[in-house]
């Protein structure tokens, strides 16, 4: 298994060499939230889109 600290370095080398600062963290946490959602996904951790629309209508009221 890889280590953070590689998969890091990996995602960190992928980038433009004229990437800034907010740049390269945006790019990490959206790499995160992506394996995090897989996560979720494979332990069962999801709703139907019906309920996520009903919850999305809840939030505009």
Not at 6 to 13: G, L, N, R, T, Y
Not at 20 to 48: C, H, N, P, Q
């Amino acid at each position: 298994m890889e280590t953070a600290k590689k998969k890091i370095a990996e995602i960190i080398e992928q980038q433009p060499d004229d990437s800034s600062y907010d740049d390269i963290l945006r790019e990490l946490a959206f790499v995160r939230m992506v394996e995090r959602g897989l996560e979720d996904s494979r332990a069962g951790r999801t709703i139907s889109n019906e309920e996520m629309g009903h919850r999305i209508r809840s939030w505009q009221k």
